[in-house]
């Protein structure tokens, strides 16, 4: 049952992070990317607080100095400046498909830092996960956009903020773990607005924008961490390719995208990679699990 709730609460997540997505584009039409990032990370935060409350969780815990903790919070940092940056600029079809690298990134960031095995049919599927990404992005081809480059970093931040939360202990309440990565957030957010010295043009179109993508985003990133905690990442996580679906439909209906055959067949390639890595990690965790069987008997 755990494993069900779990399925659906991922593909919950990324139809709100799709939509989120959109919000998000939409704001940046009139919002420098430091304000959208301010207001997503405060607005946020404000939100997870509530929930935690209404939880009972302690978020004034030590464990927010956990060194996991820390480590999340930072690659949180990253992966939402990336996001912000690129999705205001990028077309959503063009963010979304290579927003479909997270999960070959989490299976890259466990054999590099990790240190956890990765097979050569694994290694093969990240390779070619990353020829699909070539094929997206078209770096010095012409039409390349080199702010895709933001979505790059903001992917491999993402993925490995998911690798992290399946280390960080298991008695920290997800809701903190979300509220304390938001919350790293907000002073990059204000930094650039103060850096950047970017005029802000808030309108009553872009404040309802705003509302409205900090709460899907709070909830699809809330949903995130819990599926992520609630089963197996080989179980839950090829779901996260739903979001493509979402994404491009949504770039399609909203904003008029026509994604070209490449980046079509680029998005594909990245797709069945990562749901064939995804395959065979599972095929080694019911290996192991019946060797340490045989062996228990």
Known sequence: ???????????????LLALSDVF???SSRTLPPGYVMFYLSAGGTLCF???????????????MFHPWVLARSGLEVIGGLG???SI??????????IMQMAPLVVTLGAAVFLKEPVGPRRWFAIFIGIIGMLLVIRPGAEGFQPAALFAVMGVCGLGLRDLITRLAPAHIP?????????????????ALVLLLDAPEKMTPTSTWYM????????LGYYAVTQAMRMAPAAIVSPFRYTRLIFSMSLGIL?????????TLLGAAIILAAGLYALYRERQLAIANRQTGEKAAR
């Open 174 to 190: 997800s809701i903190s773990l979300a509220t304390w990565g938001f919350a790293s957030t907000i002073p990059v957010g204000l």
């Open 49 to 63: 607080m509530l929930i935690a409350k209404w939880q009972g969780a302690n978020l004034l815990s030590r464990d």
């Open 1 to 15: 049952m755990h494993i069900i709730r779990a399925i659906f609460l991922m593909i919950l997540a990324m139809a």
């Open 88 to 97: 205001g600029v990028i077309p959503l079809s063009l963010f979304a498909a």
């Open 254 to 262: 909203i904003f008029g995208e026509r994604p070209d055959g490449l």
């Open 24 to 26: 998000i584009k939409l």
């Open 83 to 85: 996001l912000v940056w």
């Open 211 to 218: 509302g409205i993508g900090v709460v899907v985003t709070a």
